[in-house]
Nanobody, 119 residues
């Protein structure tokens, strides 16, 4: 059974850093390697927002305007794992972060990990 297992969330002060991880457990490596990957976040009372995406070979990355220059998405295809490095965190980055792995025939979501930026 395939599932995405997220980790790395927590409470951090403004200006701090966190690194989120998302492992595709039970997924055939060739499926993960051919899938696109995205990170979303959702703050209380708001809609889920796309934060970052990366292509299957890691050659192209895209970020929302609110995180560009501060967040970095990456993937390790050998480990079926994706990452979101978050630097210079702001209070407005607070929310639940979700990973998404998809291609034409599959679409998996992580359970979400809470990130709280507060002094």
């Amino acid at each position: 059974q395939t599932r995405l297992v997220e980790s790395g969330g927590g409470v951090v002060q403004p200006g701090g850093s966190l690194r989120l991880s998302c492992k595709a457990s039970g997924m055939i490596t060739s499926v993960f390697n051919s899938a696109n990957i995205e990170w979303y976040r959702q703050a209380p009372g708001t809609e889920r927002e796309l934060v970052a995406s990366i292509t299957r070979d890691g050659g192209y990355r895209e970020y929302s305007a609110s995180v560009k220059g501060r967040f970095t998405i990456s993937r390790d295809n050998a480990k079926n794992t994706m990452y979101l490095q978050m630097n210079s965190l702001k209070s407005e980055d607070t929310g639940v972060y979700y990973c998404n792995v998809f291609r034409d025939d599959v679409n998996y979501w992580g359970q979400g990990t809470q990130v709280t930026v507060s002094s």
